[in-house]
């Protein structure tokens, strides 16, 4: 009997010692995609007669790939387990897995992990040998996991070998009920002073050393959040946000005034569409382009003038972008409205001095116009009925907590308004605009994001009987967001932009005629930004852009006319860029935001181009030859380095002072010899006889916030030089004339000012004050008497101003009615006087000026408006809200220009104005 169990015993030890050989020679073959890592383990023990360990929730929707042919265990399960939280030790001589979630199994711990106890000197991490595997991430024992609200997020995993001092954290902040991302969420790390700012897109990255941490989120309209964390390597944690606005609207104020304080670029500003909702406009109109006039260095030549002046640039130099894509004239009605849809308008960042370095091809500024993502939860809109325009606006989810459709329409019905103005030649005129915005927005994964946008506007307007004036914008875009890598992230733009003009005129039978122009734009960019350590973040790209301009056609408009055709050939070029930049502390008090952009242009064929004789002014008379150019022959390349360079001390927490330098290149112009920007102003290209502009600024400020940053206040000077800026002859001929560079000149400009803003944010009472000093001077200088202007001296330009005071108040006096005020104060803008006469040829003719000596009256507005609210039930169908304003309460009579006539022998001076009356408005707004 005892040999009979002893045989029975050394069989099964035999038995025993060859499963585990087995096991230990274990191979895996098979082929998995997105496979349940739950189906998955019972085909593995099959295979293998190994036993798997785990809990079921930790496998529980997570999916595996790989394919294997006669593959070790170990090999095959760690390609299996890459990309998930699980881990899997091995014990193939007692036929066993574990699975492990984020950890590991430590056989030792790392050397020096527990200070020796009869070693009175404290252990630090310098002196301790170094570890050879990584060091354990425990949960301290004070905190028990079973009484927390939200669990503990154990993110990344443990990696053997692999052990570095940080991790890296990425991440998402949503509004819970919208799906909206959450920008400018401040994430704080306690009994730390880390802090993570999420951007535009809610996105947000901390570096933080492996263990327990606990995170608080905060953010204006947003109720606090806290989340525990056990982090164990790189990995990713989202935050879906409660709306509370009470109690955090502080947190917000103070993130961005650091923001204003900290951040090294200067002359920059941020508006949001919410700021023009109470400050009162012309007709009741919310604009964020006319909010923007009222910042230091923005201003306009006058009162309906579409066009922008910053920093004393000529209208043209802006860059206005729409989601990327490049609109060339964002307004509405001679200048008084805005051409964007307040609605779908999430904010516009304007940059005065040194722009982002994936900007270029302007000299004075770029606005960067955003437009709102879409409600991803449920249908929400909001729209508004005016005296002059109805509007509305939809958020549509398209795939719920991913993607979701805003569109938005606005119309007009404005011709009574003509009616209404003092001025009798407009009483029989009309106008009439739409505008149009499609936006989608789809959170493809965590690493990637689509946007897209198209948009379309027109305007139409008959100011005499016989002419029909009508102009358009078109655009489209498409985003893609994504991430390449821990420390990456690229961003990759398609966009094209559209505009056109055209005159209708219906004259005598035999002289109607249809005039047409436009230029179109299309343009990629792919730019990237790394963070690449020590405190670096590279920013680095490229971007191209291919003109075609239609200069001008005109046809008969109808058979048998005297009209005759023009069609001046089509020119096309191309315009591209490479740029890189650094943004790095030296210090913690010294920030250095260094960039470089290499700008290229060239003016291509087909086409012919004039050469003139040397020594002579380039005119009808001069012409020495035409050169012809075949499709796509480089007829005149032009470019070369735009340098980008900020720098920001900090003198105090809440006091900084800023430098900064930047030139740059502007390869298109506008043809216009009005005052101001008009529907009808033309494009041109650079070619071989019209130089591009180029120019440098450089600017010096002080930041300061008081009050437990309550208010904000900034000081900022600049200096700026232009070269081969564009201007017309006297009597230049500019409109479908396909030899312009006979009627422009090119000259020279400068600009200085002072720039004062005092910025309120908190309490009942807010707003700013805005206060300008500046000049702004060309020079028009040639060793042509006919190509010289002012005796080739410096003159003003005429948008020249050179004090000019904002002052924007709103008082909420209960959470439902709260009053607004909007003060402005210019000096007048120059203009040439006649200053006598002479008689020549039996004729009396008149004497001008030196150009622009003199100046019209000086310029101020108050305009006055009450917000009412509905009231804040929680559950009905809208929220309503009414604005009633008086644009010009004081029923100022400012002039827009002043002009002469000669009647009778004298010269009679004579002013027009826009609004030289009060304007009431009422406008009732909702929202669901």
């Given at each position: 009997?005892?040999?009979?169990?002893?045989?029975?015993?050394?069989?099964?030890?035999?038995?025993?010692?060859?499963?585990?050989?087995?096991?230990?020679?274990?191979?895996?073959?098979?082929?998995?995609?997105?496979?349940?890592?739950?189906?998955?383990?019972?085909?593995?023990?099959?295979?293998?007669?190994?036993?798997?360990?785990?809990?079921?929730?930790?496998?529980?929707?997570?999916?595996?790939?790989?394919?294997?042919?006669?593959?070790?265990?170990?090999?095959?399960?760690?390609?299996?387990?890459?990309?998930?939280?699980?881990?899997?030790?091995?014990?193939?001589?007692?036929?066993?897995?574990?699975?492990?979630?984020?950890?590991?199994?430590?056989?030792?711990?790392?050397?020096?992990?527990?200070?020796?106890?009869?070693?009175?000197?404290?252990?630090?991490?310098?002196?301790?040998?170094?570890?050879?595997?990584?060091?354990?991430?425990?949960?301290?024992?004070?905190?028990?996991?079973?009484?927390?609200?939200?669990?503990?997020?154990?993110?990344?995993?443990?990696?053997?070998?692999?052990?570095?001092?940080?991790?890296?954290?990425?991440?998402?902040?949503?509004?819970?009920?919208?799906?909206?991302?959450?920008?400018?969420?401040?994430?704080?790390?306690?009994?730390?002073?880390?802090?993570?700012?999420?951007?535009?897109?809610?996105?947000?990255?901390?570096?933080?050393?492996?263990?327990?941490?606990?995170?608080?989120?905060?953010?204006?309209?947003?109720?606090?959040?806290?989340?525990?964390?056990?982090?164990?390597?790189?990995?990713?944690?989202?935050?879906?946000?409660?709306?509370?606005?009470?109690?955090?609207?502080?947190?917000?104020?103070?993130?961005?005034?650091?923001?204003?304080?900290?951040?090294?670029?200067?002359?920059?500003?941020?508006?949001?569409?919410?700021?023009?909702?109470?400050?009162?406009?012309?007709?009741?109109?919310?604009?964020?382009?006319?909010?923007?006039?009222?910042?230091?260095?923005?201003?306009?030549?006058?009162?309906?003038?579409?066009?922008?002046?910053?920093?004393?640039?000529?209208?043209?130099?802006?860059?206005?972008?729409?989601?990327?894509?490049?609109?060339?004239?964002?307004?509405?009605?001679?200048?008084?409205?805005?051409?964007?849809?307040?609605?779908?308008?999430?904010?516009?960042?304007?940059?005065?001095?040194?722009?982002?370095?994936?900007?270029?091809?302007?000299?004075?500024?770029?606005?960067?116009?955003?437009?709102?993502?879409?409600?991803?939860?449920?249908?929400?809109?909001?729209?508004?009925?005016?005296?002059?325009?109805?509007?509305?606006?939809?958020?549509?989810?398209?795939?719920?907590?991913?993607?979701?459709?805003?569109?938005?329409?606005?119309?007009?019905?404005?011709?009574?308004?003509?009616?209404?103005?003092?001025?009798?030649?407009?009483?029989?005129?009309?106008?009439?605009?739409?505008?149009?915005?499609?936006?989608?927005?789809?959170?493809?994964?965590?690493?990637?994001?689509?946007?897209?946008?198209?948009?379309?506007?027109?305007?139409?307007?008959?100011?005499?009987?016989?002419?029909?004036?009508?102009?358009?914008?078109?655009?489209?875009?498409?985003?893609?967001?994504?991430?390449?890598?821990?420390?990456?992230?690229?961003?990759?733009?398609?966009?094209?932009?559209?505009?056109?003009?055209?005159?209708?005129?219906?004259?005598?039978?035999?002289?109607?005629?249809?005039?047409?122009?436009?230029?179109?734009?299309?343009?990629?960019?792919?730019?990237?930004?790394?963070?690449?350590?020590?405190?670096?973040?590279?920013?680095?790209?490229?971007?191209?852009?291919?003109?075609?301009?239609?200069?001008?056609?005109?046809?008969?408009?109808?058979?048998?006319?005297?009209?005759?055709?023009?069609?001046?050939?089509?020119?096309?070029?191309?315009?591209?860029?490479?740029?890189?930049?650094?943004?790095?502390?030296?210090?913690?008090?010294?920030?250095?935001?260094?960039?470089?952009?290499?700008?290229?242009?060239?003016?291509?064929?087909?086409?012919?181009?004039?050469?003139?004789?040397?020594?002579?002014?380039?005119?009808?008379?001069?012409?020495?030859?035409?050169?012809?150019?075949?499709?796509?022959?480089?007829?005149?390349?032009?470019?070369?380095?735009?340098?980008?360079?900020?720098?920001?001390?900090?003198?105090?927490?809440?006091?900084?002072?800023?430098?900064?330098?930047?030139?740059?290149?502007?390869?298109?112009?506008?043809?216009?010899?009005?005052?101001t920007i008009s529907p009808i102003d033309t494009w041109k290209l650079s070619d071989l006889n019209i130089r591009p502009q180029t120019g440098y600024q450089a600017s010096l400020g002080f930041y300061k916030n008081f009050a437990d940053n309550a208010y904000e206040v900034s000081l900022e000077g600049y200096y700026k030089r232009m070269d081969d800026?564009?201007?017309?002859?006297?009597?230049?001929?500019?409109?479908?004339?396909?030899?312009?560079?006979?009627?422009?000149?090119?000259?020279?400009?400068?600009?200085?000012?002072?720039?004062?803003?005092?910025?309120?944010?908190?309490?009942?009472?807010?707003?700013?004050?805005?206060?300008?000093?500046?000049?702004?001077?060309?020079?028009?200088?040639?060793?042509?008497?006919?190509?010289?202007?002012?005796?080739?001296?410096?003159?003003?330009?005429?948008?020249?101003?050179?004090?000019?005071?904002?002052?924007?108040?709103?008082?909420?006096?209960?959470?439902?009615?709260?009053?607004?005020?909007?003060?402005?104060?210019?000096?007048?803008?120059?203009?040439?006087?006649?200053?006598?006469?002479?008689?020549?040829?039996?004729?009396?003719?008149?004497?001008?000026?030196?150009?622009?000596?003199?100046?019209?009256?000086?310029?101020?507005?108050?305009?006055?408006?009450?917000?009412?609210?509905?009231?804040?039930?929680?559950?009905?169908?809208?929220?309503?809200?009414?604005?009633?304003?008086?644009?010009?309460?004081?029923?100022?009579?400012?002039?827009?220009?002043?002009?002469?006539?000669?009647?009778?022998?004298?010269?009679?001076?004579?002013?027009?104005?826009?609004?030289?009356?009060?304007?009431?408005?009422?406008?009732?707004?909702?929202?669901?």
């Amino acid at each position: 009997m005892n040999r009979v169990r002893h045989l029975l015993l050394l069989v099964a030890l035999a038995l025993l010692s060859t499963s585990r050989l087995e096991a230990q020679q274990a191979e895996i073959s098979g082929d998995y995609n997105q496979t349940l890592l739950g189906e998955v383990v019972p085909e593995l023990e099959a295979q293998t007669g190994l036993k798997f360990f785990f809990l079921p929730e930790w496998v529980a929707g997570v999916e595996v790939s790989g394919s294997f042919s006669n593959t070790p265990v170990g090999e095959a399960l760690n390609t299996l387990l890459e990309g998930t939280p699980l881990n899997a030790y091995l014990r193939l001589s007692e036929g066993r897995v574990y699975l492990l979630r984020n950890t590991l199994i430590y056989e030792e711990l790392p050397d020096g992990f527990f200070p020796l106890e009869t070693d009175s000197t404290p252990v630090t991490v310098s002196s301790r040998p170094r570890a050879q595997a990584p060091a354990p991430v425990f949960l301290p024992e004070a905190v028990r996991e079973d009484t927390r609200a939200l669990p503990i997020a154990r993110i990344g995993k443990a990696s053997e070998g692999q052990q570095r001092a940080a991790y890296l954290i990425r991440g998402q902040a949503r509004n819970n009920q919208t799906g909206e991302p959450v920008a400018d969420l401040a994430i704080r790390v306690g009994g730390t002073n880390r802090i993570a700012v999420t951007n535009t897109q809610g996105q947000y990255q901390l570096e933080l050393p492996p263990g327990y941490h606990v995170l608080t989120a905060t953010a204006m309209g947003i109720r606090e959040m806290k989340r525990e964390i056990l982090l164990y390597g790189d990995g990713t944690l989202d935050f879906n946000l409660e709306e509370g606005v009470q109690q955090l609207t502080e947190v917000v104020v103070e993130a961005d005034a650091a923001r204003n304080v900290e951040q090294a670029s200067t002359g920059s500003e941020q508006i949001g569409s919410e700021e023009s909702k109470n400050i009162p406009l012309v007709l009741g109109e919310r604009d964020i382009l006319q909010v923007a006039k009222t910042l230091p260095g923005i201003s306009s030549a006058g009162e309906g003038a579409s066009g922008i002046n910053v920093r004393g640039g000529k209208t043209d130099q802006n860059l206005v972008l729409l989601d990327d894509a490049v609109i060339y004239n964002p307004t509405h009605f001679f200048g008084i409205f805005q051409a964007l849809n307040p609605f779908t308008t999430e904010r516009v960042d304007i940059y005065k001095g040194a722009a982002p370095l994936e900007f270029g091809g302007r000299l004075a500024s770029v606005f960067d116009i955003r437009s709102k993502d879409g409600n991803t939860q449920e249908l929400s809109g909001e729209g508004s009925v005016g005296p002059v325009t109805a509007n509305l606006a939809l958020e549509i989810p398209v795939v719920k907590d991913k993607s979701s459709l805003v569109v938005g329409g606005r119309g007009a019905y404005a011709d009574w308004i003509l009616r209404s103005l003092d001025d009798e030649s407009l009483s029989n005129s009309g106008a009439s605009f739409f505008d149009g915005i499609v936006r989608y927005t789809d959170q493809l994964n965590e690493n990637n994001r689509l946007e897209t946008t198209a948009y379309y506007s027109r305007d139409a307007f008959s100011i005499t009987s016989d002419s029909l004036y009508r102009y358009s914008n078109a655009l489209a875009s498409v985003r893609w967001d994504h991430r390449i890598g821990e420390k990456t992230g690229a961003v990759l733009f398609f966009g094209n932009s559209d505009y056109r003009f055209g005159i209708d005129y219906d004259g005598p039978s035999n002289t109607d005629f249809r005039l047409d122009y436009g230029i179109n734009e299309t343009q990629m960019k792919y730019r990237l930004r790394t963070e690449a350590g020590k405190g670096h973040t590279l920013d680095y790209g490229i971007t191209g852009k291919y003109y075609s301009v239609s200069p001008g056609s005109r046809e008969a408009g109808a058979s048998g006319t005297a009209v005759a055709p023009i069609d001046i050939p089509r020119e096309q070029a191309f315009e591209g860029a490479l740029f890189l930049g650094d943004a790095f502390d030296l210090t913690d008090r010294l920030r250095l935001d260094v960039g470089v952009r290499l700008a290229f242009f060239a003016a291509l064929g087909p086409g012919s181009q004039r050469t003139y004789a040397e020594g002579q002014p380039i005119s009808e008379g001069t012409v020495r030859d035409t050169l012809n150019y075949g499709s796509l022959e480089a007829i005149k390349t032009y470019g070369g380095p735009e340098v980008r360079a900020s720098v920001r001390y900090l003198l105090a927490e809440d006091f900084s002072v800023k430098a900064s330098f930047n030139n740059a290149y502007q390869f298109v112009h506008t043809l216009s010899n009005n005052t101001t920007i008009s529907p009808i102003d033309t494009w041109k290209l650079s070619d071989l006889n019209i130089r591009p502009q180029t120019g440098y600024q450089a600017s010096l400020g002080f930041y300061k916030n008081f009050a437990d940053n309550a208010y904000e206040v900034s000081l900022e000077g600049y200096y700026k030089r232009m070269d081969d800026v564009l201007d017309f002859k006297t009597g230049a001929n500019l409109l479908l004339n396909p030899h312009v560079e006979t009627q422009v000149l090119q000259g020279e400009g400068k600009a200085y000012g002072v720039e004062f803003l005092l910025k309120k944010e908190k309490g009942k009472l807010n707003g700013w004050l805005g206060y300008t000093y500046s000049r702004s001077f060309y020079r028009l200088d040639s060793e042509f008497r006919d190509e010289r202007v002012n005796n080739g001296a410096f003159f003003p330009s005429n948008f020249d101003k050179p004090h000019d005071l904002s002052l924007i108040a709103n008082y909420r006096l209960t959470r439902r009615y709260s009053f607004s005020m909007n003060f402005v104060y210019q000096t007048g803008r120059p203009v040439t006087y006649p200053i006598g006469t002479f008689r020549f040829n039996n004729a009396d003719l008149v004497f001008y000026s030196d150009r622009n000596r003199f100046r019209i009256p000086d310029y101020y507005r108050l305009d006055l408006g009450i917000n009412i609210e509905g009231n804040h039930k929680k559950d009905k169908l809208a929220h309503s809200f009414w604005t009633i304003s008086v644009y010009n309460v004081l029923g100022r009579n400012n002039p827009y220009s002043v002009f002469f006539v000669t009647e009778g022998g004298e010269v009679k001076a004579l002013q027009s104005s826009i609004f030289a009356i009060p304007v009431p408005s009422i406008t009732y707004n909702f929202k669901f």
